[in-house]
């Protein structure tokens, strides 16, 4: 547990160097001493006790798009932006968490019913872990945590799962002796946020966070997800995520679309998910196939399995440290997104600010791969840019798109995890 003087030394302890190195990247150390120092001050202040401290990282979505609601691949990614928490245990039968810029959260821990008026409240995640823990033989206990976060909003990162993930491994290291595996974790996680919290979601998410490095899941098996960590060894490389703009509201249908014209497909082999359907079944079946449904969701069909063999290829890629390789990919997924699965703007959309932050992207000297993030239609960009070439990058891309929504970030080879 640290106390005043170990805060105090932070800037020289070398155990804290090596870690600031491994999660947050180089010439990061002043940043990172400042900002645990501050949170240290706060809860010490508040609670009058000494802490132990937690660090739980972004994610990203690496390749993979709109392939999990039909059972398919995704490659994903914990990233170099995180939410940390001090935290002391007690005795009392209550957790409360005191966020920086938020009102503090608190419940009973030996109160944990569900209750559809705390859906998408922040005390309901922690209910939901809490309630999880208990179902599956795990021990809980009560805590006091201060955090603050630096996981940006707006860009696709996860800044949910990443607290959910948070109070998992707060629990298990406190009372569960660090026994609670990772892909635990991440289950715990996925059953607070859509059971407890009241958003439906997938395990993509919590598992990035809660495994570390880039994590290949795939969703065959609903129930045994067959997911794999693996380490980021592309130095070379800075990732740059750009929020180039638009509005999500009332893109629900868009979205919805891209599922249920999949499935639509898939229900003519009898079939509910494309997983099911063999590709070269689908391609036999065209010239019937295209009286029976629309030639978007044939083009979307076809972005799945194609997108499916991407993901085992940018595996691969990441595994045997293959750049080149891992950047086609990439740029090939994202011309899939752009071209088939067709969600880089809404339908009627003329300002079309996803395809202008591609196609501005690739006309800058290095730029190594580009593609939209996550959901698509409006929002975020994501591109792999040459570390000597990125602050060209960057300045171009705020330029266009605003200092507030530009990102600078690397892969986190280290999941959510005790600090110090």
Known sequence: MADMNFIANLANNEDFKTKVKRFYGEDKLDYQVKRYQEIYDLHTKKYGKDGIFFSSPGRIEVCGNHTDHNNGKVLCASITVDTIACVTPTNEAKIVVDSVGYDPVEIDINNLFIDSKEYGNSASLVKGVCAYYKQNGYNIGGFYATTTSDVFRGAGV??????????????????????IDKVAKAKASHYAESVYFGKPCGLLDQSAISLGGVSFIDFKSTKNLKIQSIDWNFEDMNIVLTNTGGDHCDLTNQYADIRLEMEGVAKQFGVKKLRKVKEE??????????????????????????????????AKAVKNANEKKFCQAINDSG??????????????????????????????????????????????????????????????????????????????????????
């Not at 996860?158 to 026994?179: H, P, Q, R, T, W």
């Not at 079944?281 to 969701?297: C, M, N, T, W």
């Not at 800058?364 to 792999?384: C, D, L, N, Q, S």
Request: aromatic fraction near 10%; hydrophobic fraction near 35%; proline fraction near 2%.
């Open 281 to 314: 079944d689908f391609y036999k079946a065209l010239p019937e196939l295209q009286e029976k449904v629309s030639g978007r969701a044939i083009l979307r069909a076809m972005h799945f399995f194609d997108e499916n063999k991407r993901v085992d290829s940018c």
């Open 158 to 179: 996860s800044s949910s799962a990443c607290f959910e993930v948070l109070i998992c491994e707060i629990l298990n290291d406190m009372y569960n002796e660090g026994k």
């Open 335 to 420: 011309q899939s997104s752009y071209m088939m699965l067709q969600n880089c703007y809404p339908l009627g959309d003329t300002a079309q600010r996803i395809p202008l932050g591609i196609n501005l992207s690739k006309r800058i000297e290095g730029v190594k791969a580009v593609r939209v993030h996550g959901g698509g239609f409006a929002g975020t960009i994501i591109a792999y840019v040459d570390k000597a070439k990125c602050n060209e990058y960057v300045d171009t891309m705020k330029k266009v798109f605003g200092d507030d929504n530009v990102f600078v970030i690397g892969v986190r080879n280290d999941g959510t995890c005790r600090v110090f």
